[in-house]
């Protein structure tokens, strides 16, 4: 009997990928972790991508190289955020919405970035510690405004990328959901 590519992925989830993860069998929770692997695969993508567009003559070598290592480290920012977004989405998005994979996913990527800002800016406060020449208040509001700029940027360099990866990975997992047997149940000769 041919499997069908849906079955395929996610027959990998189950085995291989995140789908081994504690609680992964749990809807919101394997939810999150389908979201949290899109943006991981979001950003490493950009990232390599900035890369091997500053290898380029007349690639702009200094700013796509930066671009690629902003993108990097905006990683432990956004893989947490999108798991936490994709269990909300997965949570409290009504179940009768219209293609609700792919709507769940793309919502969970979009909003992904205010809220990695908000932690980057959380970040900002927290790691330099006190400086004791800017007020609390200079403080908060100089690294939200930082943090809301970069996701700015970032937005509009990268939802070309993440919200289509979103909402692919919110289809695929409501397809590998609704198709897919459980590890103990799967053939050996998967993927």
């Known amino acids: 009997m041919e499997q069908s590519w849906v079955v ?9 990928g995140p789908g081994r993860l504690p609680g992964a069998d749990r ?38 190289f930066g671009i690629g290592l902003l993108a990097a480290a905006a990683t432990p920012f956004v893989v947490p955020s999108a798991f936490v977004l994709g269990w909300f989405a997965w949570r409290y998005l009504p179940a009768g ?12 990527a979009l909003l992904t970035y205010p809220v990695a800002s908000v932690l980057v800016s ?9 400086t004791g020449w800017v007020s609390l208040e ?6 939200l405004t930082v943090g809301l700029f ?9 939802f070309w990328l993440t ?11 409501e397809r590998a959901r609704e198709t897919t047997v459980s590890p103990a149940e799967a053939p050996e000769s998967a993927p």
């Open 8 to 16: 395929r992925i996610g027959l990998a989830w189950m085995r291989y």
């Open 163 to 173: 919200l289509p990866l979103g909402a692919a990975a919110g289809y695929l997992y």
């Open 138 to 143: 200079g403080t908060l509001v100089g690294s």
């Open 97 to 108: 919405t219209p293609f609700f994979g792919p709507v769940a996913g793309a919502l969970t």
């Open 27 to 64: 809807r919101n929770l394997g939810a999150g972790y389908a979201c949290a692997s899109a943006a991981l695969l979001s950003a490493a993508a950009f990232a390599c991508l900035a890369l091997a567009a500053s290898a380029l003559p007349g690639g702009g070598e200094n700013n796509a």
């Open 150 to 158: 970069f996701g700015t940027v970032a937005l509009f360099l990268t």
């Open 122 to 130: 959380v970040a900002l406060v927290v790691g330099p510690g006190d």
